[in-house]
């Protein structure tokens, strides 16, 4: 596919005059101010004390207003608190010859939007006005300038990507370009973006098909591969051993998703982000243990097999215990380990009070919070859930919305309070999922609709997976004879030829997870050092 951008012009400052009220005592010596305004297009009122002020603004609606601090009979602030009753979306500057840390403070409590000191510029005033009252929109021509000057690169570089490097760094520069546009308001820009995403996903599926098994093999560790989940406790968590360190898991979290919540975590720490591969299938059961294990599932079946025997939904209840062998043989000690896994918010104050106590203990503290992948799931099972997260964008927005008053949050807030670091990850993400694939299977072969095990497993078009026949493959233990792997590549999912309407109807659409895709397998894995520990 073929895109061609060519530069924008920028567009016109304003069509129709913005409108300004400025208040001041003094405005008779505001001309030069006044008149640098109105020959940037600008309509500006002027009235000399906040009386007069609050009567012009019942009659007419203003876009911003500069208000003098101090003035004769009502002062700037008592004018400030009428004017959010009358138009509370109303810009306000205020304008002050005091530089008293009180005023600053009492005028931001009372929601000003920018503050400026006496004497200002023409320039300084304009630089101001602009930033208020144009700057969403030449964000937006900024974005899509930047972007078309740097499509013709990133599009070059989605067909010529070669090694992990290159997939890596392109899917998270598609992410946020993807968030920096949506955020400008160019969902056609975003639209071509995810069209090179789809081409991303596929070169990707090729390139993970071919080197998977060298990314796993025994004596994968020496060779050039990118870190994989058996790898974040040795790589990220280790160095933190000498003092207590937290060590977040949120299941089921999507680059974007990360990228998304990430300014909420920037006034508390200082964030170190990096990218890492889930192991395959990126599926709880085995990308999360070879976590908390740091080994592959063979390893976890060969040294605890009643735990590989279990039900594949069980096979995740001893990663306490998983972790503190691997941090054992990681330290040659013994490491203190408080784990919790947590499913809803419902007794975060609990949870809270137990974090805070633990931190304090010393040690690894280690929570999963299982909420994003609990909406992902139940997303495809409720109308409602389907329609507020009907996208990827809608379920980024989602996520950030849960994540601002969550446990998860608290706890992150708890940990800088206390001046204890973060790693913080997740297991796998997900995919909107919109093409079926029609399988051949036994009734042995698992239900999984990314990936599946069995005997005799077909996929009806095998360039929408990756065909594994040797476990070793993806070290897994051992099975029956003639049993292979199927993965579903690309934004395929599965479907039986004897239920292919229902599930297409049911499950298109979907976020699902445990096949090959950058949305599944190109994870964060990030360093949180709270900002009173580093000062």
């Known amino acids: 596919m073929t895109h061609t951008y060519g530069p924008r012009n920028l567009l016109p400052m304003q069509t129709v005059a913005k409108r300004i009220l400025w208040v001041d005592d003094e405005v008779e010596l505001l001309e030069p101010h006044l008149l640098f305004l109105r020959q940037r297009g600008y309509h500006v009122d002027t009235t000399a004390n906040g009386d007069d002020a609050l009567e012009l603004f019942r009659d007419q609606s203003y876009d911003l207003v500069l208000l003098d601090e101090q003035m004769p ?33 009492e005028a931001i409590g009372r929601r ?61 520069e598609l992410v946020d370009w ?16 995810h069209s090179l995403l789809v081409d991303l996903r596929r070169h990707f599926g090729s390139y993970v098909s071919r080197e998977y098994r060298g990314w796993v093999a025994a004596e994968g560790a020496t060779q050039d591969r990118p870190p994989l989940s058996t790898d974040l406790v040795r790589r990220y968590l280790k160095p933190w051993l000498g003092g207590p360190v937290l060590f977040v898991l949120i299941d089921c979290l999507r680059l974007d998703q990360w990228r998304i919540i990430r300014p909420l975590l920037t006034r508390d720490f200082d964030i170190d982000e990096e990218l890492y591969c889930s192991i395959l299938p990126t599926a709880t059961p085995y990308s999360r243990n070879a976590i908390f294990g740091g080994v592959f599932p063979d390893e976890i079946a060969r040294t605890r097999p009643e735990w590989w025997a279990s039900d594949e939904g069980s096979r995740n209840a001893f990663e ?37 106590g633990a931190l304090r203990s010393g040690g690894v503290v280690s929570v999963v919070f299982n909420f994003v ?3 992902t799931h139940g997303r495809s099972e409720s109308m409602v859930l389907q329609e507020v997260a009907r996208d990827a964008a809608a379920l980024r927005g989602l996520t950030r919305q849960w994540f601002q008053q969550s446990a998860a949050h608290r706890v992150l807030r708890e940990a800088a309070v206390q001046g204890v670091p973060v790693v913080l990850t997740t297991d796998h993400g997900s995919i909107l999922c919109e093409r079926p694939v029609t399988v051949y299977a036994r009734r042995d072969a698992t239900t999984n609709l990314r990936y599946k095990f069995g005997s005799n497993l077909r996929a009806e078009d095998p360039a929408a997976v990756f065909s594994v026949s040797d476990e070793a493959a993806l070290r897994f233990p051992p099975g029956r004879a003639a049993v292979n792997y199927l993965l579903a590549q690309e934004d395929y999912f599965f479907v039986y030829p004897t239920k292919l309407r229902e599930y297409q109807a049911r499950y298109r659409g979907s976020f699902l997870h445990g096949g090959v895709s950058p949305e599944e397998m190109i994870l964060p894995v990030a360093t949180l050092t709270p900002r009173s520990k580093r000062s």
């Open 112 to 172: 000003i939007d920018e503050y400026l000191v006496k004497p200002a510029s023409p320039r300084q005033v304009l630089s101001v006005v602009t930033r208020l009252l144009e700057g969403s929109q030449l964000q937006q021509q900024r974005a899509a300038q930047d972007f078309a000057a740097r499509f013709p690169d990133l599009s070059r570089r989605t067909s010529e990507a070669v090694g992990w490097r290159d997939h890596l760094a392109l899917y998270g």
């Open 178 to 193: 993807d968030l920096r546009l949506r955020e400008a308001g160019e969902p056609g820009l975003a639209d071509s973006v």
């Open 320 to 356: 306490d215990e998983l972790l503190r062998e691997q941090l054992r043989g990681l330290t040659g000690r013994e490491v203190p380990v408080h784990y919790e896994k947590v499913f809803t918010d419902a007794e975060a104050d609990d949870l809270v009070g137990r974090i805070r």
């Open 373 to 375: 992948d609990l909406l």
């Open 73 to 105: 009979g009502r002062s700037g602030l008592e004018v400030l608190g009428t004017l959010r009753r009358l138009a509370p979306h109303s810009r306000v500057v205020m304008v002050t010859k005091s530089e008293e840390d009180r005023t600053l403070i």
